[in-house]
Nanobody, 128 residues
Framework: QVQLVESGGGLVQAGGSLRLSCAAS????????MGWFRQAPGKEREFVAA????????YYADSVKGRFTISRDNAKNTVYLQMNSLKPEDTAVYYC?????????????????????WGQGTQVTVSS
């Protein structure tokens, strides 16, 4: 059983920054690829960013490249999403997710079905 708890969301003006955190339970966190997804009202949940179990490989949605950075601190069982240059269209509930499959290839995925555990989400609102 893996539990994920997001934090760090809030209200920020356009152009501002936020750092989201996702704290994970379990001593095997270091073997999990981790992802961030977001969902705006009336829209499908979409991929934002992901990081492989080793932290070496990262993958970003085109909409956030150059603005968002995903990182992890395995000693703290935590994954982060640094969000800079925020835009109103970034407004959504942000979810972290864990892929518990161990990949020798250091694979990182962008599909919802690849992830096994999800947090409850944290609201990010960007005002214009």
């Amino acid at each position: 059983q893996v539990q994920l708890v997001e934090s760090g969301g809030g209200l920020v003006q356009a152009g501002g920054s936020l750092r989201l955190s996702c704290a994970a339970s379990g001593r095997t966190f270091s073997s999990y690829a981790m992802g961030w997804f977001r969902q705006a009202p009336g829209k499908e949940r979409e991929f934002v960013a992901a990081i492989s179990w080793s932290g070496t490989n990262t993958y970003y949605a085109d909409s956030v490249k150059g603005r968002f950075t995903i990182s992890r601190d395995n000693a703290k069982n935590t994954v982060y999403l640094q969000m800079n240059s925020l835009k109103p269209e970034d407004t959504a509930v942000y979810y972290c997710a864990a892929d518990t499959t161990f990949y020798y290839s250091d694979y990182v995925g962008s599909q919802l079905y690849e992830y096994d555990y999800w947090g409850q989400g944290t609201q990010v609102t960007v005002s214009s």
